[in-house]
């Protein structure tokens, strides 16, 4: 199995379900700017609170193949063994699908996600033993502190400036490498001095071309 870091910005996601873990899979969705419908019966507190906050759609019925139809990706989260299966069994072979009581019946399984501003360190089991990736996500949550947010901030930026000042690829990779110091994650004002510095070295090489 292989991990790949998915956009769904704009896609269409249904979630066939609306209990606690319909609820949590939108959760873990929400920064998506996807779509997201919810099919049910019934739907909880959560699911119903979530989806007036977000403008998610909720269709009061059981769920059926064709509410898939246009989907990037099905999430078959029904407390109802045999719905999920049958629905799991009629979707195409090219869709995403995350069957929540029974992985290997779907081609997705969601890891466990700690975020830091841009950076993003997942967990899986691959279903193994999903209690494993809990607890290597809170041992996660310790090791990676809130200095990740600017430090992942100011990466960025400085990799888009430093692709446009004229240098060799190899002064590139070297400034690159530089920004990896941890005194730079761990002091702003050391960020800010290196900042200063790149500004000066693109000033410097443009006056020289
Ligand atoms: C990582 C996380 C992502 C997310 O959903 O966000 C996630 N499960 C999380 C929570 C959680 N899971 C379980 C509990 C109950 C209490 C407990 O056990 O503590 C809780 C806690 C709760 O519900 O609050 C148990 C459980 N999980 C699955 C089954 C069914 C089965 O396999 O039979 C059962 C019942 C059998 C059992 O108890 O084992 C199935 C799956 N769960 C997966 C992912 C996929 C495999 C990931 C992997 O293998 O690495 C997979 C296959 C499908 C999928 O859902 O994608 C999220 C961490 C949230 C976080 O901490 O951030
Ligand atoms: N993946 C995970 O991390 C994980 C963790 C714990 C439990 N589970 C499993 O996830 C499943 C759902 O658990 P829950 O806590 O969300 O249950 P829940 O009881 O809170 O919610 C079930 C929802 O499914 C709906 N439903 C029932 N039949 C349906 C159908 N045919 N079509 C559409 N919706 C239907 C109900 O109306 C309800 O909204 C259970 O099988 C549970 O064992 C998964």
Redesign the pocket.
Known sequence: MQPLVINFSGKKIVIAGGG??AA??A??LEAEQAYITFVAPEFSEEVLTLSEEKGYRLIKRKAAAADFKESMLA?L?TNDRQANEELAQTLPPHQLV??????KE?N??????VRRGHLQVA????????????KL??ELDAQFDESWVPYTAFLKECRELIKTISLSEEAKHTLLWELLDDSLRLDGQAREAKWNELLKLKEEQSFLE
Not at 98 to 103: A, G, K, Q
Not at 108 to 113: L, S
Not at 123 to 134: A, F, I
Request: glycine residues 6%; charged residues 30%; contains cysteine.
């Open positions: 606690r873990i949590r899979k959760r873990v999430i989260a995350c069957v929540v009581d029974e992985f779907g997705v399984t969601f890891p466990a996600t967990v899986t089991s691959n279903g193994s033993s999903p209690k494993l990736t809990r996500k809170k």
